[in-house]
Every structure is written in structure tokens, then in C-alpha cells.
């Protein structure tokens, strides 16, 4: 099985999770070039985004479809959404790119909420790959 394949045997809710990330955090920072205050931050999301793409992935063939996936997520969007959140509360930022800026930030604090609890599951000992989702 692919890790898009995995990806799409998980339930409808997931499913909708992943849409809304590719847009709020791959589609959306795209937007933050437009500004001088904020082109920074779309390069390292961008970034981020590009080094998660490889890894997770990368990760998927070598140990399945399990909830240390998310680690890549916690490594570098844990940062990032420092440097998000210390940005947004600049007295100078123009109200488009702080709108936009706070659904980023909204949304990456989700997923690592999310990947965050699936890691520690992970350390406590839920190692196997989930169901129908092994690596041929």
C-alpha cells in the first residue's frame, strides 16, 4: 500500500483534516510572499512543508503507517509556530497577512496536537502500523 493509499483508508473525518492542510499550510503561506513583513515566514513554511513531505513519507517505507508519522511535524512546525505566533503579535503587521498568519498558526497547532498525542501513544508502547495500512 502507498502512503497516499494509506492515507485514503482513513476515516471520512481525516480525510477532510488532510484537505484543509493542504490548504491552510501548504496552499495559504503561499500567499505571505505578497508582504515585506512577512515573506520570511511563507519561506520557512514552505520549507517546513518540503521537509515534511520528504520525511514523512520517507518515514511511511520504512516503519508503515504508524503514529510516530507525525514526529517530522513536532520537530520543525513546533518552532515554526513560535516564530507564527511571535510574528502575528508584531504591532506592525498589516491586518491581511496577521489574518492569515493566525488560521497557519490555527491549523498547525491542531495537527500538532494531534501528532503530539499519536507520538506519546507511540512511546507508551502502540507500535503497530495501523490496520490496513501495512508496507508491501
Request: zero cysteines.
Amino acid at each position: 500500500m502507498t502512503f497516499s493509499e494509506a492515507l485514503g483508508a482513513q476515516a471520512a473525518w481525516l480525510s477532510v483534516w488532510f484537505y484543509w492542510l493542504a490548504i491552510a499550510v501548504f496552499i495559504l503561506p503561499l500567499a505571505l510572499f505578497i508582504w515585506r513583513e512577512t515573506r520570511a515566514a511563507a519561506a520557512a513554511t514552505v520549507a517546513s512543508n518540503l521537509f515534511n513531505a520528504i520525511a514523512v513519507p520517507w518515514m511511511y517505507s520504512q516503519m508503515g503507517y504508524v503514529k510516530l508519522l507525525g514526529l517530522p511535524h513536532i520537530l520543525v512546525w513546533t518552532p515554526l509556530a513560535w516564530y507564527l505566533w511571535r510574528l502575528i503579535n508584531q504591532a506592525n503587521m498589516p491586518v491581511w497577512p496577521r489574518r492569515i498568519l493566525m488560521v497557519v498558526l490555527a491549523t498547525l497547532l491542531g495537527s500538532l496536537a494531534f501528532d503530539t498525542v499519536d507520538m506519546v501513544r507511540y512511546v507508551l508502547g502502540e507500535r503497530m502500523p495501523m490496520v490496513g495500512t501495512l508496507v508491501n
